[in-house]
């Protein structure tokens, strides 16, 4: 039985990591944030593999207005990934971000971290001090002569000193090394001096299945031990590989339960056509039931659900009093809207019997025209629901500094 080291609880949207939570997993988008249907589809892919906190760059404006659009869209809570410009830090809070990850190697005056503090405090966005032993400051580099557990644990405390001045407490600390005996040891050394909740990693590790070795074996050491609050595996592949190898870590060691039933949902912005939550609710309910190993989307529009949703097994859109049924984000069936829960849950039972071959085989030829039909005819009558364009004005100004 593993006894977790306590520490203080942070809020990253929904997710709760630390304070005794479940350990979350996390992982990191790799299209460009400025392309911003490539990076939802990610996104979406994701949270499928059992991500459920999901980091994305934020490197330059175009990134900080592709957020404006993505957030809102987003299944899981968003982490803007900052390096050196604080102002980005700053768009990316506006963008309506849940999360940002700053690293003390680069953002260094004292007064731009402050700043970013201050604007994160007034939102409830916590902050993750994010040291990595390949950008350490030139001083500590100096000081220890290489990037070892005392210099990198020094760097996290120092910014956590800084953030505290201003009377910043929701932070969540990583001190990754690519070395796993080093980045073990950096971990130890941290829990011993701060109660903050630790995001467990080790950076650079390469393409699989070297790479999913040395994650392995750093992470797993330090949660065994007790150590560790949310986690990310930091692979050279696909990054729906991480997620997958990070939920399944998790099940190996008895920290998360197995899953049977796995059911996305959108966020329910303003284009949901139906009441998202409830749809949701009544279709885990009855899918649960069936005991069946599926990934269900229910998505509160036709205009960008299937496309959004489409690693899902099986899926719901809903759009003008009907819902559109579809496989692996193909269309195959239109139903009346009070149908929806009903036709998921045979689909369902028909997929687990026949294979995805099959059942897409038996696609209502007409279906997909209808569900484009019906996503231009929303386009047209409701617009720009979500205020994108509003949102990337706004923090247009905050990477311009106006």
Do not use: W
Request: glycine share 10%; net charge negative; with cysteine.
């Amino acid at each position: 039985m593993i006894t977790r080291r306590p520490t203080r609880a942070v809020r990253v949207g929904a997710v709760v990591v630390g304070g005794g939570a479940p350990i979350s997993v996390q992982s990191m988008t790799t299209t460009k944030t400025a392309d911003v249907e490539a990076t939802i589809a990610q996104v979406y892919a994701l949270r499928g593999a059992g991500a459920e906190i999901v980091r994305i760059t934020c490197n330059d404006a175009d990134a900080a207005l592709g957020l404006a659009a993505i957030v809102p869209r987003s299944p899981v809570p968003i982490i803007a990934d900052i390096h050196f410009q604080y102002r980005l830090a700053l768009a990316a809070l506006e963008a309506g971000v849940q999360g940002l990850r700053l690293n003390p190697g680069n953002i260094r005056d004292p007064g731009h971290i402050k700043a970013v503090a201050l604007a994160a405090a007034e939102r409830g966005v916590p902050i993750r001090v994010g040291v990595n032993a390949g950008s350490l400051d030139k001083d500590l580099l100096e000081k220890y002569g290489a990037p070892v557990p005392e210099a990198l644990v020094e760097s996290a405390l120092g910014e956590i000193r800084l953030l505290e001045e201003v009377g910043f407490g929701d932070i969540k600390i990583s001190v990754k090394h690519s070395n796993v005996p080093i980045m073990v040891e950096s971990y130890r050394l941290l829990a011993e001096k701060t109660d903050h909740p630790l995001h467990l990693g080790v950076t650079e590790a390469g393409p699989p299945p070297a790479g999913l070795m040395k994650s392995v074996a750093g992470i797993a050491t330090l949660l065994l031990e007790g150590i560790g609050d949310t986690i990310r595996f930091s692979l050279t592949a696909d990054p729906v590989e991480e997620a997958e190898a990070g939920r399944r870590l998790l099940e190996q060691l008895g920290l998360r339960e197995r899953a049977g039933l796995d059911l996305i949902a959108c966020p329910s912005c303003g284009r949901a056509d139906i009441d998202v939550v409830a749809v949701a609710t009544a279709a885990q309910r009855a899918l649960e039931a069936e005991k069946l190993p599926i990934q269900v989307a229910v998505m509160g529009c036709v205009v960008n659900g299937p496309g959004e949703a489409r690693e899902a097994d099986i899926g719901i859109a809903a759009g003008k009093g009907k819902g559109h049924l579809f496989i692996k984000g193909k269309v195959v069936r239109v139903v009346p809207e009070a149908d929806m829960v009903a036709a998921l849950v045979e689909e369902a039972r028909r997929l687990a019997a026949e294979g995805f071959e099959a059942r897409l085989a038996a696609a209502d030829g007409v279906a997909a025209e209808a569900a484009r039909e019906t996503a231009a005819e929303l386009l047209a009558v409701q617009g720009d629901v979500n205020r994108i364009a509003e949102r990337r004005a706004r923090v247009a100004k905050v990477v311009e500094g106006e």
